[in-house]
C-alpha cells in the first residue's frame, strides 16, 4: 500500500490544476488519471478560449503541458482506474486501482463527467472530427456551416441558440414530437431564422469521407423512412453523466448524480474536496474546472495544515498529562 498526503482522482484540468497547486505545497501527490489522461479536454481538436494561448492550443497539448508542470513539483501520476474508496472511517482515506491501494490523508475528486453517446456506426471515428458534445467549445470552427443538435431538452436548445452565432443554419433532430426545453428556451428557438427542427427522428450513422463527418442517415420513427443528410458537424446533446458511482453513495450527490460540494468545495466527508464537472453542470469549461481545482487543492492543503496542528497540540496534552 502507498501512502501519500494528497490523491486526486481525475486528470482533466481541475485534477491537473490540483496536482499543481499540492505538489507545489510540497506535500506527495498522485494522480489517478483514470481512463484518459487529460480528460475530456483531450478529446478536443483545438482549444482557442484557454487564456494564454492566443493562437490556441490542441486540447491533448494543453492537457500535456499542465501535466509536466504539477510533475515538475514532484506530482506523480498512476495511469489507471480508481475501482473502490473507503471513506467511511476518516482520514486516512483507502482507494483501490485495479492495480494498487493508496492510503491518502486527503482525496480530490476530480473525475468529471461523460457526455451521454448515441452509440451509433461513425460517432467514435468522427469524434473532434465533425463530431462534438461541446459547442461553447467547438462551435468556432463551423463557421459557415450547416450542423445537426442532437436533443429536445434544455442544454440542446441553449447549444444550438450558441451554434447560430457561427454556423448558417442549424437543425435540431429531436426523437419525440414535443420538445423537453422550456418555453422560454423553445420561444427563442422558434424565433431564430437560423435554427430549423425535425421531429419523431433520429440519428442511426454519422458518415465521412477524408477523416471528416461530412453526413448523417436521419431514420424518422414513425414512418420508418431513411435517408442520407449532407451536414459538416453534429453536435449531441442528449445529457451528461456524472462519474460518481464508484463512491457508492459516500458522497452526498444531487438527484442527477452530481456531487455536492460547499463554496470551499467541501464534500460531506472532512478531508475530501470536489471540482469539476463532477459537481459542476453549468459552466463545463477547462477555465472554469482548473479554478474549482485549484480552490479544492488549496482547501486541502489549508485543510491538512490544520490538522497537523490538531494532532501536534493533542500529543502535546497527552505527554503533559502523563
Not at 484540468?13 to 505538489?23: D, F, I, K, N, S
Request: proline share 3%.
Amino acid at each position: 500500500m502507498q501512502k501519500v498526503r494528497v490523491l486526486i482522482i481525475g486528470s482533466g484540468p481541475a485534477g491537473l490544476t490540483a496536482a499543481l497547486y499540492t505538489a507545489r505545497a510540497q506535500l506527495s501527490t498522485v494522480v489517478v488519471t483514470g481512463m484518459q489522461m487529460g480528460g475530456q479536454i483531450a478529446t478536443t481538436h483545438e482549444v482557442e478560449n484557454y487564456p494564454g494561448f492566443p493562437d490556441g492550443i490542441e486540447g491533448p497539448e494543453l492537457a500535456e503541458r499542465i501535466r509536466q508542470q504539477a510533475e515538475r513539483f514532484g506530482a506523480r501520476f498512476d495511469y489507471d482506474i480508481v475501482t473502490e474508496v473507503d471513506f467511511s472511517k476518516g482520514s486516512p482515506f483507502l482507494v483501490r486501482t485495479q492495480n494498487e491501494e493508496y492510503s491518502a490523508d486527503s482525496v480530490i475528486v476530480t473525475i468529471g463527467a461523460t457526455p451521454r453517446k448515441l452509440n451509433i456506426p461513425g460517432e467514435f471515428d468522427y469524434t473532434g472530427r465533425g463530431v462534438s458534445y461541446c459547442a461553447t467549445c467547438d462551435g468556432f470552427f463551423f463557421r459557415g456551416k450547416d450542423i445537426i443538435v442532437v436533443g429536445g431538452g434544455d442544454s440542446a436548445l441553449q447549444e444550438a441558440i450558441f451554434l447560430t452565432r457561427f454556423a448558417s443554419s442549424v437543425t435540431i433532430v429531436h426523437r419525440r414530437d414535443t420538445l423537453r426545453a422550456g418555453m422560454a428556451l423553445q420561444m427563442r428557438a422558434r424565433e431564430n431564422e437560423k435554427i430549423r427542427f425535425i421531429f419523431d427522428t433520429v440519428v442511426d450513422e454519422v458518415k465521412g469521407a477524408n477523416g471528416m463527418a461530412n453526413a448523417v442517415t436521419l431514420r424518422n420513427l414513425k414512418t420508418g423512412a431513411a435517408d442520407d443528410r449532407p451536414i459538416d458537424g453534429v453536435f449531441i446533446f442528449v445529457g451528461y453523466d456524472p462519474n460518481s458511482v464508484v463512491f457508492n453513495s459516500q458522497l452526498v450527490t444531487d438527484e442527477s448524480g452530481y456531487i455536492i460540494v460547499d463554496d470551499r468545495m467541501r464534500t460531506n466527508v472532512e478531508g475530501v474536496f470536489a471540482g469539476g464537472e463532477i459537481h459542476d453542470d453549468v459552466f463545463r469549461q477547462a477555465i472554469t474546472a482548473a479554478g474549482q481545482g485549484c480552490a479544492a487543492a488549496l482547501m486541502s492543503i489549508n485543510w491538512l495544515g490544520d490538522r497537523a496542528d490538531q494532532l501536534q497540540a493533542l500529543e502535546a496534552e497527552t505527554v503533559a498529562a502523563e
